[in-house]
Antibody, heavy 121, light 107 residues
């Protein structure tokens, strides 16, 4: 059974930093592209960033480019999202998700339960 | 970036109704389209991928179709468990985008 467990969320001041983690199990982690998506309170889903299985390729939404960095540790089956220069509009639940196929462009077939990031002074 | 225009934003229906939700892409996305169901406080759940392929374990009352750049999620007979918010996702472009969501409410 695929399991994805996010952690690292919390309250941070504008301009601050936070590092999210997503612990994965139940599948061959290194084989799958992984993604972070987010959902602001009462709003829809927004794609944030995606990283290849090897970690050699990453894509970012324009809204986070230059501020956020996605990475992974395949030896520990863990996905990360380093978030810098945080803004109030980054307040959201952050989900990690697994690609459904062994290819770069694919749907997300499994999601974690999410971790809440609140940016406020 | 590819825009996904989802409609309606809210849909009121009764148990047993046939309902349809539509997503229109701003350009061709082939069949790189998925549908998700989300309930309050929960993670999204995959329903359909590649526009019309049913995800594992999803009831057959859910189906997906495409016509050019217009994609439709149909629930053939709405069940109590189906009242939720539905999102489409295009993954044709490296900049993946979701539709705005459709909330299916009890009439």
């Amino acid at each position: 059974e695929v399991k994805l467990l996010e952690s690292g969320g919390g309250l941070v001041q504008p301009g601050g930093s936070l590092r999210l983690s997503c612990a994965a199990s139940g599948f061959t982690f290194t084989s799958y592209t992984m993604t972070w998506a987010r959902q602001a309170p009462g709003k829809g889903l927004e794609w944030v960033a995606t990283i290849s299985g090897s970690g050699g390729r990453a894509d970012y939404a324009d809204s986070v480019k230059g501020r956020f960095s996605i990475s992974r540790d395949n030896s520990k089956n863990t996905l990360f999202l380093q978030m810098n220069s945080l803004r109030a509009e980054d307040t959201a639940i952050y989900f990690c998700a697994k690609n459904g196929l062994l290819q770069w462009l694919a749907h997300f077939d499994s999601w974690g339960q999410g971790t809440l990031v609140a940016v406020s002074s | 970036d590819i825009q996904m225009t989802q409609s309606p934003s809210t849909l009121s229906a009764s148990v047993g109704d046939r309902v349809a939700v539509t997503c229109r892409a701003s350009q061709s996305i082939s069949n790189y389209l998925a549908w998700y169901q989300q309930k309050p406080g929960k993670a999204p759940k995959l329903l359909i991928y590649k526009a019309s392929s049913l995800a594992s374990g999803v009831p057959s009352r859910f189906s997906g179709s495409e016509s050019g750049t217009e994609f439709t999620l149909t629930i053939s007979s709405l069940q109590p468990d189906d009242f939720a918010t539905y999102y489409c996702l295009q993954y044709y472009s490296y900049s993946r985008t979701f539709g705005q969501g459709t909330k299916v409410e009890i009439k």
